[in-house]
């Protein structure tokens, strides 16, 4: 019993120290291109390396090595995303959002995507504290002195698990009033998403195809308008 315990403490030791792959990978910066933060959960993720391969050249793209969830999350881990590269190093642009995981339903003893009709359930971050968090966190981010770019929280389709359609819209309002009030620059994919979705993002399901992220990863680069 102690060998196994053993044996999977080590193991445990070794996937957490294994290098990150994929989006989840580090880069090196080169030297003289600008450096891009995308900061976002699992919609951002599906992006980032098409979003990076698309401006090879022209900008270090980078993205936290997590799934930055929901504004919570973004309060307790926003000052190590901050610093990745070092914290000598300056941020360019921060293309961010956070959304999908506030308005998801939670169950009583935190299970996640739970029945929004149940009446133990409720939202992981409610629109009032949404609010509150986001604007904390456009503050932290505005002391980067990086061109801030929000992008909205793109659509949640009918039938999917946990989530309730048009509460990314509930939620794009607060958040497009904020940051008119505090001159935050909106990327409205939300429209552009929600307009080609039979094209784009899985059927009942908040995510989006192979071929869907790509076309999310063109409209970031539009926005992001680096030469």
Known sequence: MIRFLVASLVLIQLVAAAPKKGPFKQIEDVDGLPRVLLIGDSISIGYTLQVRELLKGKANVHRPPVNCAATIHG???????????????????????????????????????????????KQ?????????NLRELVKRLRKTGARLIWRNTTPVPEGARGRVPGHAAEYNEIAARMMKEMKVEIHDLYSFAKKNAAKIQRKADVHYTREGSMKLA??????????
């Not at 610093?83 to 959304?99: R, Y």
């Open 75 to 121: 309060l307790k881990g926003l000052d190590e995303w901050l610093a990745i590269g070092g914290k000598d190093k300056k941020w360019d642009v921060i293309h961010f959002n956070w959304g999908l995981h506030d308005l998801k339903y939670m169950g009583p003893n935190g299970e996640n995507l739970a029945d929004p009709k149940a009446g133990t359930s």
């Open 124 to 132: 992981q971050v409610g629109p009032e504290a949404y609010e509150k």
């Open 218 to 227: 063109e409209e970031v680069v539009k926005v992001l308008a680096i030469k």
